[in-house]
Nanobody, 125 residues
Framework: QVQLVESGGGLVQAGGSLRLSCAAS????????MAWFRQAPGKEREFIAA????????YYADSVKGRFTISRDNVKNTVYLQMFSLKPEDTAIYYC??????????????????WGPGTQVTVSS
């Protein structure tokens, strides 16, 4: 099992930026695909971005493509989500997740084994 803890959330005005971090425990972090999801009030959890173990392959939801960037540092056991040009509709709890199957990164919720508790991002208009 991988323990994940997100940080970096907060309140920001529309058009602003934030960088989320997800610190992972475990020696095999570098072998796992990682992803970010988010869940807004009254809505289902949705895929945002995923990254392969090497960091070479990345996928994004259309709603964030060109505004968000996922990256990772396998030395620090951390995955990041840099968010630019934030919009009020980006308001949600953001979760990072780990896929311990060692497959390429996937976009579906059920592919991920371990989840962090989440960090709140609020974008004011």
């Amino acid at each position: 099992q991988v323990q994940l803890v997100e940080s970096g959330g907060g309140l920001v005005q529309a058009g602003g930026s934030l960088r989320l971090s997800c610190a992972a425990s475990g020696r095999t972090f570098s072998a796992y695909a990682m992803a970010w999801f988010r869940q807004a009030p009254g809505k289902e959890r949705e895929f945002i971005a995923a990254i392969s173990w090497s960091g070479i392959i990345t996928y994004y939801a259309d709603s964030v493509k060109g505004r968000f960037t996922i990256s990772r540092d396998n030395v620090k056991n951390t995955v990041y989500l840099q968010m630019f040009s934030l919009k009020p509709e980006d308001t949600a709890i953001y979760y990072c997740a780990a896929d311990r199957t060692r497959l390429p990164p996937r976009t579906i919720l059920g592919a991920y084994d371990d989840w962090g508790p989440g960090t709140q991002v609020t974008v004011s208009s």
